[in-house]
């Protein structure tokens, strides 16, 4: 089936510093959305992309969807305390007929003290 | 706006039994999606609902179950506990078919421990 890999699957950072996350696929999808989930919470939206090269923010948050449609990234700058947790990326993609959602393993943000 | 209310947020089972989990979208979603979450494996898809039908289902077996009533909300039913179901189950509602954007709100998941 489709699998998206999403990489790195952690990272330690100091505060300040930018990060940089992907996913990749060898299908191709016509939506990604990234999310993030703090601790004990379900996931929540962070992004959505809906067309092969687009780029779009969300305060410190930049996200790419790829010309090949395979691919998308996230970049954080500046990170803050409060950007740790896990990123999920996900892509949508119709499949026998239905849309599925096909989700990467996760990026665990931590940041170093 | 309530956000998407999963009840219960934590519950213990022992092997063998079987547990209802409940969930209310947000007000005016007719979509509800339910996701399995475990540290080794991410986000596993389990099933679709939109008006009351299955739109879409996972890889699961079929001691799965789901419903959706008039009202939007929704139940997962595991039977026949198994070790291995002990997991964060999130619900995920969306204000169109689940097709139409992949835009999700999550609840807060329930957490099963099973023993």
């Known amino acids: 089936g489709q699998q998206l890999n999403q990489s790195p699957q952690s990272m330690f950072i100091q505060e300040g510093e930018d990060v940089s996350m992907n996913c990749t696929s060898s299908?191709?999808?016509?939506?990604w959305l990234w999310y993030k989930q703090d601790p004990g919470e379900g996931p929540v939206l962070l992004i959505a992309?809906?067309?092969a090269g687009e780029l779009t923010s969300n305060g410190r948050l930049t996200a790419q969807f790829g010309i090949t449609r395979k691919d998308s990234f996230l970049n954080i700058s500046a990170s803050i305390p409060s950007d740790v947790g896990i990123y999920f990326c996900?892509?949508?993609?119709?499949?026998?007929?239905?849309?599925?959602?096909?989700w990467g393993a996760g990026t665990k943000l931590i940041i170093k003290p | 706006k309530a956000g998407v209310t999963q009840t219960p947020r934590y519950l213990i089972k022992t092997r063998g039994q079987q547990v209802t989990l409940s969930c209310s979208p947000i007000?005016?979603?007719?979509?509800v999606s339910w996701y399995q979450q475990t540290p080794g494996q991410g986000l596993q898809f389990l099933f679709e609902?939109?008006?009351?039908?299955?739109?879409n289902k996972g890889n699961f077996p079929g001691r799965f179950s789901g419903r959706q009533f008039s009202n939007s909300r929704s139940e997962m039913n595991v039977s026949t506990l198994e070790l291995g179901d002990s997991a964060l189950y999130l619900c995920?509602?969306?204000?169109?078919?689940?097709?139409?954007?992949?835009?999700?709100?999550f609840g807060e998941g329930s957490r099963l421990t099973v023993l």
């Open positions: 992309l809906y067309k």
């Open positions: 609902y939109f008006s009351e039908t299955q739109r």
């Open positions: 299908s191709i999808f016509n939506t």
């Open positions: 996900a892509g949508r993609a119709k499949l026998d007929s239905n849309y599925q959602l096909i």
């Open positions: 007000s005016g979603h007719r979509s």
């Open positions: 995920a509602s969306s204000s169109g078919a689940f097709a139409n954007t992949g835009e999700l709100f």
